[in-house]
């Protein structure tokens, strides 16, 4: 091999080493949580003996931040189970409002805040006011559901009723937000 191409691959390996790949920037599982030794029979329950990836963080915030969009019931009985963690209510599912993933959440520092969600050529507004736990589920205080993963944000009914997502395009919904 020539000298030139020896001093090209060594730039090549500094160059890595000094920007790392966005890939290599993105939130790792930091740990897995097994499910309950007995099943429940909700179809989004924690599967017994199933292990489900934790994250203690969340891909970088943006004014494009990707993440997946989810539904929730904020209101008393819904499938949130307990109420916000910001400010200890429950919500109508007219009402715009968020949870996030662990990360984005931040220890409750977006808690009453709004971001700006980004789907189908549509904006909305939507009030920060749960965490969607990365690190626990599984268990009653959440609702027998797993871990979030770390790029979610959980909408009430009323946020995609404002993007005009409706039937079969509600579930897993590929959006962007940013902090408005």
């Not at 963080?57 to 819904?78: I, Q, R, W, Y």
Request: proline fraction near 8%.
């Amino acid at each position: 091999m020539s000298t030139t191409s020896l001093l090209v691959l060594a730039l090549a390996g500094l160059l890595l080493v000094a920007f790392p790949s966005t890939r290599a920037q993105q939130c790792q599982p930091s740990g897995t949580l097994e499910g309950p030794a007995t099943g429940h029979t909700c179809d989004e329950c924690c599967k017994p003996g199933h292990l489900y990836p934790t994250y203690r963080c969340s891909p970088p915030v943006s004014n494009h931040t990707k993440a997946v969009m989810t539904l929730n019931d904020f209101s008393e009985g819904g499938d949130g189970g307990a109420p916000s963690e910001c400010d200890g209510k429950y919500h109508k599912n007219s009402e715009r409002v968020v949870a996030l993933s662990t990360g984005w959440y931040a220890k409750g520092k977006r808690c009453g805040e709004y971001i700006r969600i980004n789907a189908k050529g549509r904006s909305v507004l939507a009030k920060v006011v749960d965490e969607c736990d990365t690190l626990h589920g599984c268990d009653k205080p959440h609702a027998f559901q797993p871990p979030c993963p770390p790029n979610d944000v959980d909408a009430s009914q009323a946020v995609w009723d404002a993007l005009g997502i409706f039937g079969d395009e509600v579930g897993d919904f590929p959006i962007t937000w940013s902090d408005a």
